[in-house]
């Protein structure tokens, strides 16, 4: 990347507010990492500091701003966040585009449902019998493909992830590397001194537009589905039980687990680190805040819960506060026994 500030603004439709227009940017960071030559954003009033500080050569700032910097050449735009995204996609990195192509190494099944001109399949990838293809498909390399598994067109499986038997995958899905799908459910019940293993032999469906971040678990069902609907986003090592069952659009953030038979809504937000009980009901629109432990059902509506138990975000910032003044009162009690026995 090497362009000039005029560059940027006519691409953007921005007006330069500070700067020379000539000036170069080569590269694009963060208010407070940028260096001479970067371009930044900013769009938050939380990080003016930042803003007066940057060394970036550039920042888009929202149309309107009050008093720009001076120390930095400054582009208003209506949105600068997305205006970023724009530059970042116009000059940042890209992976490679899809390409038809079987590698030599790669093993498939003489009866697998595919047309192998139409589909990628990566080094040392394996595709058991009877599994569906659809156009479009990207295997990465060493991944692996069940029995009578079925991927939908356009998706896309990166290195190393792994596709159990018989499970479904929808249309522009995207497994990150080390994601597993349909891996056994935790499933023991305790006789005669013994863990004895339950069999799984359920499948996992995953819908439309679903992403999954690496390392994910989504286990298999014991019977039926574990199911996660058309357009949920899933972050990096998320564990999901059997039988689970996700709805659409939802947002599951970074080290979250969700234990067998929950039923999560449509449009739920998770935040990282959340738990969510077995056999427990999170209802739509719901948000879960960072470490929420959801221990009961929780009805559906535009509502945010904390804590363990989670509660209502409001009940849960009560509980904090009087905790925190715990020990002023521990302390009001020791001086207020201490005169009691004064005057005894």
């Known amino acids: 990347m090497n362009v000039a500030l005029s560059e940027l603004a006519e691409l ?3 007006e330069i507010l500070t700067g020379n227009p000539d000036t170069r940017i080569t590269g694009f960071a963060s208010l407070k990492e ?4 970067d371009l930044s954003f ?13 060394k970036a050569a550039a920042v888009l700032v929202p149309i309107g701003l ?34 038809v192509g079987i590698h030599p190494s790669a093993v498939i099944a003489s009866d697998v449902q595919a047309d192998l001109t139409k589909i990628s399949v990566g080094a040392c990838a394996v595709i058991e019998s009877g599994a569906q293809i659809a156009d479009g498909v990207e295997i990465g390399a060493g991944c692996y493909v069940g029995r009578d598994a079925i991927i939908g067109k356009d998706s896309k499986l990166f290195p190393n992830v792994t596709l159990q038997e018989a499970c479904e995958i929808g249309e522009r899905v995207i497994l990150h590397s080390g994601v597993v799908i349909g891996g056994d459910g935790f499933g023991y019940e305790f006789q005669q001194g013994r863990h004895r293993k339950v069999r799984q032999a359920g499948i996992v469906q ?21 199911w996660i609907g058309e357009g949920t986003k899933i972050d990096n090592l998320v564990q999901i039980g059997h039988n689970v069952v996700i709805g659409k659009h939802c ?8 234990a067998g ?14 738990g969510v009980a077995g056999h427990v009901n999170v209802g739509s629109f719901v948000t879960l805040g960072g470490r929420s432990g959801v221990t009961k059902d929780i009805p559906a509506g535009k509502v945010t819960y904390m804590g363990f138990p989670a509660v209502p975000v409001m009940e849960e910032k009560r509980r904090l506060a009087s905790i925190n003044r715990l020990p002023q009162l521990v302390a009001r009690v020791k001086t207020l026994e201490g005169q009691s026995n004064t005057d005894e």
């Open 12 to 14: 953007l439709g921005g």
């Open 34 to 37: 940028a260096v001479s030559g």
């Open 42 to 54: 900013f769009y938050d009033a939380r990080y003016r500091e930042r803003l007066a500080a940057t």
């Open 66 to 99: 009050e008093s720009a910097p001076t120390q930095v050449a400054c582009i208003a735009v209506e949105d600068p966040s997305r205006a970023f995204e724009k530059v970042v996609d116009a000059y940042g990195f890209h992976a490679h585009s899809f390409e």
């Open 206 to 226: 995953i819908d439309n537009d679903v992403e999954i971040g690496a390392g994910t678990m989504v286990d298999r069902a014991r019977f039926g589905r574990t």
């Open 251 to 258: 947002i599951i953030v970074a080290a979250c687990a969700i």
């Open 261 to 274: 038979s929950a039923v999560i809504g449509d449009y739920v937000v998770m935040a990282a680190q959340c």
